[in-house]
């Protein structure tokens, strides 16, 4: 049969609905490749970190604490250049672009004949008490508000701008870190005793003193009786793991007064309450020196002191003993 015969025999309708199906195939192939998915990612917006804002309760406590605290009452004249001391003693009142700051971390700038006063730093400016701001909650806290953030930071006043930290420690060694001797977090990051513990394990977030007593009941462990008989003895000049000097306290003016305690140099020799701590004593280092240069802090004690119950089957092992006592010759009268 010709084509044109076949073609005739085709029902229209058939090949209207062949021609609708046609261009409906043409438009979702043409609409496939025109509108094609858009495959780029929009990412899903972080959460914004809560901000936790302490309430008035929690402001009174934090306030009570504090102004019981020696942060709460940190001025002092600094020689006239007060203005540097300020850097941690009252971090908004210091001037990081005062002339006196490099004289103020040059040791040679004190350096003086012995008993003359120390010389006013160059370009040292006071700081009134008046205007003297301690270290107030807002150095360790962000404001918010009319309350402050419980989350801890530093205010840099350097760069006028808070410095995240990641603990209690990190924001204690921003004025602890032994600039000018305070080697308060180098001995804890050492301490046998307390290894690893974070500072307000011992001292109160916002500043309460701490005491050793505070965890530790002198008459109430193994050494008890070494205890009684060392009342005026600071804790750490037995247990200071760190092999400082040791002395009696004699100034009337200090917090240690009376007390044989370990010394350093911070800005001057001052008793040193160590953190760098053992549970061993070596009871030595006061009462037998190992050489002369040290001086002996108890030239006296007697046998009975530490044995009142009369003499002992074994050596005593904070004696030193001749190895060979009978080798001296001695003459009979």
Request: with cysteine.
């Amino acid at each position: 049969m010709p084509p044109r015969e076949r073609y005739r025999m085709i029902p229209k309708k058939t090949v209207f609905l062949i021609i609708i199906i046609i261009l409906c195939g043409l438009f979702l192939v043409g609409g496939t490749v025109t509108a094609s998915p858009d495959l780029s990612i929009t990412p899903t917006p972080e959460k914004t970190p809560e901000i936790y804002v302490a309430s008035e309760e929690e402001l009174q406590i934090a306030y009570a604490e504090w102004s019981g605290s020696r942060h709460a009452n940190t001025f002092n004249q600094g020689m006239g250049a007060n203005t540097t001391c300020a850097k941690c003693k009252s971090p908004t009142n210091w001037d990081p672009n005062n002339l006196a700051q490099d004289s103020a971390l040059d040791c040679y700038s004190c350096k003086r004949i012995p008993g003359e006063p120390r010389p006013e730093l160059i370009g040292g400016e006071g700081v009134s008490q008046a205007d003297w701001q301690n270290i107030s909650c807002n150095i360790c806290h962000q404001p918010v508000g009319d309350s402050y953030s419980v989350a801890i930071a530093f205010w840099d006043q350097a760069s006028k701008t808070y410095i995240s930290v990641q603990n209690t420690n990190e924001l204690c060694a921003k004025c602890h870190e032994g600039q000018h001797g305070f080697e308060v977090i180098k001995e804890q990051e050492v301490s046998p005793a307390h290894n690893g513990w974070a500072c307000t394990k011992c001292h109160g977030a916002h500043g309460a003193p701490a005491a050793c007593t505070d965890c530790h009941d002198p008459q109430a462990v193994s050494g008890a009786a070494e205890h009684a008989r060392h009342p005026n003895v600071n804790c750490t000049a037995c247990h200071d793991a760190g092999n400082l000097g040791l002395w009696l306290d004699e100034n009337p003016a200090s917090r240690h007064f009376s007390q044989y305690i370990p010394k350093r140099y911070a800005h001057t020799v001052t008793s040193w309450p160590s953190h760098n701590l053992s549970k061993s004593v070596d009871c030595k280092r006061c009462h037998h020196p190992a050489n002369r240069e040290i001086p002996v802090l108890a030239d006296e004690v007697g046998c009975k002191a530490c044995h009142p119950d009369g003499e002992v089957i074994f050596w005593c092992e904070f004696l030193p003993r001749d190895a060979n006592p009978n080798t001296a010759l001695i003459k009979e009268p």
